[in-house]
C-alpha cells in the first residue's frame, strides 16, 4: 500500500509511506489509527501537484495537512523538530530520494506502486521498473531497510536483490 520510511525518537516517529495513490482507505484506517500522527505530510514531484483540497476531503479533519515539494519537506524529517508522531506520504521513487536527508538511515516500508508499461512485478501490488529498483537498491546498500508491509502491523518482507 505504498512505501513508508520510519525515524524514531523519544519524543516522536516520523513515517514516511510511499504510495501512488497518496491518502486512501488503507491509510485512514489503519495507518492513521496505530501511528496516531498530528498531522499528515503530501510530498511529490509531480506538476501541478496533488489537489490540496481534494486531499483534505479524504483526510479526517483532526489532522493537520500539508502538501510539499522533497524540498521543503526534508527539513521537516527530523524528529528533533517534530514534537508529536507525523506520517509523511510521497507519490514516487524519485520523490522519496529527494526527500530523504544525506546519510538518512531507518526503515522504508513498501507497498502498492501500481503497474504501468516498463514496471515488473516486485512484491503483491508493487511493481517498480528498473531504474526505480536501482534507486531502491541504492537506498538499501546505503543501510536503509526496505521492507513491503501493507498493513501496519503485518511483519512484511524484506527487499532482497534479485
Do not use: K
Request: hydrophobic fraction near 45%; aromatic fraction near 6%; glycine fraction near 4%.
Amino acid at each position: 500500500m505504498g512505501v513508508m520510511v520510519t525515524s524514531e525518537s523519544a519524543r516522536a516517529r516520523v513515517v514516511i509511506r510511499l504510495d501512488d495513490r497518496l491518502i486512501h482507505g488503507q491509510v485512514v484506517a489503519d495507518w492513521l489509527r496505530w501511528l496516531a500522527p498530528c498531522d499528515i505530510m503530501v510530498v511529490s514531484l509531480s506538476n501541478p501537484p496533488p489537489d490540496a483540497a481534494l486531499l483534505r476531503v479524504v483526510t479526517p479533519q483532526q489532522y493537520d495537512l500539508a502538501v510539499l515539494t522533497p524540498e521543503a519537506a526534508r527539513p521537516l524529517l527530523s524528529t528533533q523538530v517534530v514534537p508529536h508522531n507525523r506520517l509523511v506520504v510521497t507519490d514516487s521513487v524519485s520523490a522519496l530520494v529527494e526527500l530523504l536527508p544525506s546519510g538518512w538511515s531507518g526503515e522504508v516500508i513498501l507497498g502498492a506502486l501500481a503497474w504501468r508499461v516498463g514496471r515488473e512485478y516486485v512484491f503483491e501490488r508493487v511493481y517498480l521498473d528498473a531504474d526505480e529498483a536501482e534507486v531502491l537498491q541504492s537506498l538499501a546498500d546505503s543501510g536503509v531497510r526496505l521492507i513491503y508491509r501493507a498493513r501496519y502491523h503485518d511483519s512484511g518482507l524484506l527487499w532482497r536483490r534479485r
